[in-house]
């Protein structure tokens, strides 16, 4: 889940919860506030049927009606001396309530038939009552009253009420998660723009950062410590990489003299020195040569990656193919590898004629090198307005699939014991992409195990020729 969805939720629940809590308080209210008119109704009620029985002139029966209207309210009236039942109104005559203690109320639940009256019954014919008694005292005599009325019309409107709230309280909660996503998308913007630009920042390009307005907020010390974090990596970064350029440069020497002394060696002494076969010292002069290349080969990669960019000059692709094929069919022959051209005469790019020569020798090398008796090289050059294409294809033992994505780390090397036969370090295509990197190319490498092996080159057209 992500922190976007957590913060809708979080701030949904917070708003439902607080809606819920005041809808259940309006509610509570709404629900009561009938009950305590209709108490008080009951109440005037009682009060005028108790002056109606005191003020008839004549000699009033129980079964008489007192006032008009008194056949919606369910009305018994005693003498709480006596106990004597003085009065009651039409529905009491006709509908048995349990009467309530004195001075107390309570709502009560009466089955009857539609047939014998119609107060609004539901479909099983039951009908609510709030039912009051009161006490109530008057020319010298105490009455107690039971009121009550029937109260489906108000169950319905309560009922209603509540399906509204609940209506209502459902919307506010969906209208409250689009209204908390879109702000929680505006809060995270932030965020969002530093992860973006953060993205951006990778080892060749760690002298970028990321933009810090003046605001003094979360997200902007987020930044500045970023930043103070890329500052640190880039100074280790480059420590680095000069600390892998300084000890190739040292390196560099004391091997040539090595090599040169195991030459002037086998060369004074042939045969056996001191009993120690020459084949020996061949194999020392092949192990220092391969050092050698070695260091070369860290040096190249140490210099390149400390670069930025690179001059930009015309350069005629197509010549520097020529020139390079030309060189490698003499190894290619000895094996019967044929070697197949397809690219114009001219192939005019933007770019550093020796950086481009070393990256499409690498290329070649590889091709022959990791090749099958008898196999072929195929090279195609094309042009468009936008690239400069150059595909180089050989036959060969390929590279496994789960491999594919590792040609281009350093020292990598698919077989080991085959590139150990060739002299191979695992930087020749490391030093291939950093070369078509500073010249704002792109390099794709393709294969199939056991069949064949594509490398794609793409250098951008039409660049300024003093870019840099």
Known sequence: MTVRHKISLLITAAGFGASLVFSCIILWEMMEQPFRIIDSDLEITAQRAVHMVLQSEKNQTPDAPLFIGDSRYWLKIYDQDTGHLI?????????????????????????????????GQDRRNEVSFRVRSF??????????ICAGRPMEKLEEELWDTLTGVASGLAFSVLLLMAVSYFVAGFILKPVKMINDQARDITENHLDRRIPVSGDRDEFNALAKTLNQVFDRLQHAFLRQKRLLADASHELKTPLTLMRLSLDEIRSAHGGNLHGLPMEILARQTEQVLRMERLVK?????????????TTKDPVDVSTI????????????????IQIHTHFPRQLIVTGNEEKLTRAFSNILDNATKYNVDGGHIEIIGTQSRSYLTVVATNTGPGVAEAEVSKVFDQFYRAEKSRSTRYGGSGLGLPIVKRIIELHDGNIQFESCLGDWTRVTIRLPQNRDKHQI
């Not at 039409?90 to 119609?118: F, N, Y």
């Not at 006490?135 to 107690?144: E, K, V």
């Not at 003499?330 to 094996?335: K, M, T, V």
């Open 87 to 119: 009065y009651q109104s039409h529905l009491a005559r006709q509908i048995e309530i349990p009467e309530p203690a004195p001075d107390s109320g309570t709502t009560v639940s009466v089955t009857i038939p539609r047939e014998k009256i119609d107060l």
């Open 135 to 144: 006490r109530i005292s008057l020319d010298g005599s105490t009455f107690l």
């Open 297 to 309: 080969n860290l040096l190249d990669l140490s210099s390149l990656e400390i670069e930025d960019s």
């Open 321 to 336: 193919l020529e020139s390079l094929i030309a060189d490698y069919r003499y190894l290619a022959e000895p094996r019967n």
